[in-house]
């Protein structure tokens, strides 16, 4: 097996990647944000963006695909990851079963299952405008699994209407709105830094003192 290098990205196959050099039981957090399999198409009108700032560069999955293509990553996922360790799964409902089963299958464990909430969606005319995704927590092992639930904010930290913000920051359904580019080229499914500093934070104990965001 090759020797890894951190701070360094690896532009491969994910599955090819971790066999290659990734050794079993090192990893202490999968955050991953999987194609959906719903033909999208990231230069479509209907997401109101301009076309030519659009990265290129993103793969489909076809739907018939899916449930292997799934099993695939996650089953290398689950030989990568720690006892103590924590992956964090974001799906579209459209295909979540075969998310779920495919969690189910390998012996993952369920700790939450989040609804990421944000502040708009895909244009449409014939049914509800969908405006949130599913984001699984999952463990191998839930008794060993680590967790930092006063990483964000203390027991006695309130809100303006005298709420507790821990018990508020907690709640399974999390309000975080997309991030605008406005005049800069973007990925067309870049998860928002507020969302992967929550995940951080509550799963890995770093603070963001030690974290470069730009």
């Known amino acids: ?3 890894l290098v951190t701070d360094k990205i690896y532009n ?11 050794p079993s039981s090192s990893i202490d957090l999968v955050i991953t944000d999987p194609p959906f399999a ?10 109101n963006r301009t076309q030519s700032r659009v990265l290129e560069g993103y793969n489909e999955i076809l739907k018939k695909d899916y449930y292997v293509f799934t099993l695939k990553w996650m089953r290398e996922i689950y030989r990568v990851l720690k006892d103590t360790g924590s992956m964090y ?9 075969d998310i779920l089963n495919a969690i189910e299958e390998l012996k993952f464990i369920t700790v939450n299952h989040i609804i990421w909430k944000y502040q708009f969606g895909v244009v449409t005319k014939r049914k509800f405008v969908t405006s949130h995704y599913h984001c699984l927590f999952v463990c ?3 008794k ?5 639930p006063f990483s964000r904010y203390g027991k ?3 809100t303006k209407n005298n709420g507790s913000l821990h018990y508020r920051d907690k709640e399974d359904v999390w309000v975080v709105n997309r991030e605008y580019w406005n005049g800069d080229k973007k990925t067309p499914t870049k998860l928002p830094a507020e969302l992967i500093k929550k995940i951080l934070r509550y799963s890995s104990g770093w603070i963001e003192g030690n974290i470069v965001w730009n």
């Open 89 to 97: 799964v974001f799906s579209g409902w459209n295909n979540l079963k």
């Open 144 to 148: 060993k699994r680590i967790f930092y």
């Open 12 to 22: 491969m196959d994910c599955v090819v990647g971790m066999k290659d050099y990734i």
């Open 38 to 47: 719903i033909d999208f198409k990231a230069k479509r009108s209907n997401y």
């Open 156 to 158: 006695e930290q309130k």
């Open 1 to 3: 097996m090759a020797s």
């Open 140 to 142: 191998k092992d839930d």
